[in-house]
């Protein structure tokens, strides 16, 4: 009888252990690893280590610059928006009063247009009663009406009927609203209905303008100011912009407040000349100055350390891993734009993490920068047509409508400057090239980003 | 007996006759005249482009684009011109492919794309000059004078204007270049002060 019962919790030893091992296996692969001698780490495993520790010696959590404002979370942006107190200022000022007005934010690509409206809509929200702020990206081929009408609904997520106006459109609503239809059944013993649920059709608004006005007077009930910021109109073709504002007229002198974003010259210039009174406030962002470039620096590093690790703008270690010195050039580099800091930031630390350095040396940085630059040029999306256009850029160093020459365009198999508009628009995107402020003719000039350092002292030089 | 049917490059030919017809006659209400000149433009253009007659296509459109601006239909002549304009670039028809531009041009100018105007001013300019064309090199100064002077680029207004002047001069245009003088005065006095 023993040796039975011997045997069976033998057995059980055994299951039971079995059962212990496939738990550390594959309920809990993650302590399971960590328990694994080095010798049988991956190399991906090892890689990541590396760079992890680097980070880590760097007093970083993350590499923390971003190309747009619209990938980080309103909490960071409050971390790292730096600068443009006087813009805010006269934005600010006007929301202190009762009437609505239509402000445009117009300035460079890149040079911070949506970090600033998001930055004004996050104060309103958090400081100003009763507002409703929205924001909306301006999808491609669709009015500002749409623009509007979807930017409200979204915003207006306990509202039935804003969100049945997304379901119509196909985009998803906050809280999806069904189509019940009651079905009576009979029985001896009790009578019940059965609700049916069906997924309403996708059919966009006939009449944008008024699906909007009938919302924004919902909105009005509740709340007493309404703001709706339409961005990356500057992305689109000036014509095509300026037609869309004709169009809608109306809807921006409606009862809800505007926030729009405008092309940095040219077409801004041509709407507040020619139909002054669409705008109550035009505001041009322009580049920052050289301290608050260094301080969007310290607070994009402060933003990746632990809490209790953010340091002080004047402390030396607060651009750690740059040193000041390097940390200046990189802002002088950046220009005063906060897309091309990120931009150089990112491709810089990438580099010196990948090089395991422990500091941004001068040595390091111009790595990183031509890393940038060759980064830069190689980004997926150019096409051959592009690299034509940008290295006839590169070799008149300025490329204007009016002095272009017909020889310039035969080498690009066009024959108007207009034929390629587009695609030095498109570098502009690509952050290539820049449109230099002149309203005498469309001019363009690369970026410092694609400059290397021998060149830029040869610059200066001359 | 023609029909759009049977003989659909004559029906294109005829109605475009008719239109030039209404849009030049002096007699009779002129814009009555620029309605019928329309409506043929449009008969020749639909057929035009029905048969695939792109050389027909494009000049009537260019046309008919005129008339527009003329309507103040400005949106619909931009996008005939822009039609046109795609047309002519296909080919090697030059002359043809300024004009388009310059139209282009006038039409952004109407409308207030300053920016728009000034490019399409200059990318004509450059054809025209490239081929000698002198009427339609003073066209495109003119235009930049006038828009530099929107613009408030006086200096340059000045220059453009000027030029133009000396280009009507040259080709015995008096009245042109009287215009053009009166543009130049203008610009000129807006300076002193």
Redesign the interface.
Known sequence: MSAVLSQIFRFLRLVLSARLHYIERVDRPLIWRKKLPNKAMSEADRIFDELTNTLSRWGLEEIPFTESASCLGLSKLREVFTGRTQELREVLTLFQGRERKRILVYGWAGIGKTAFILEVLSVLQRKAKDTLATYISLPPKTDLATAALIALARGMEDDEWAQHQLNLMGLRPKKRPVQRTGKGKADILSIGIEAEETTVPVTPPRFPALSFEDLLERALKKYSRVVIAIDDLDKQD??RV??LLRNDQGLLKSGAWFMLTGHP???T??IL???LGLFDLAIELKQLDQDTTYRMLVNYLNSARPKKATRDFDDPAAVQPFTPETACVLCERSDGVPRWLNRLGNYVLLKAASIHADLVTDDVLQQGLEYAAHQLRGQSGLTAEDYYVLDLVLEKRILS??T???TD?ERLKA?????I?PILEKLVQYDLLRRLPS????EYEPTPLLIGKTEQKEDKAD | MYTCQLNPERWVAIHNNLANAHRNRIRGDHAENIEQAVFHYQQAIVTAREIGDKNSYSNISLELGKLYIEQGRWYDALHLFEESLAIHREGDDLDARADAIYQIARTHHLIGNLDKARTHYRDALRLYEHIRNQSGIALCRTGLGRLMIQMGFLDDAICELELAKRTYREMGEERRAAEVEEMLQMANHVKER
């Open positions: 000036p014509a300026r037609e010259s040219g077409l210039r041509d000349t020619s139909e409508d009016e272009v020459t017909l365009l024959k108007e400057f207009s034929e508009l309203e005498r003719a469309a």
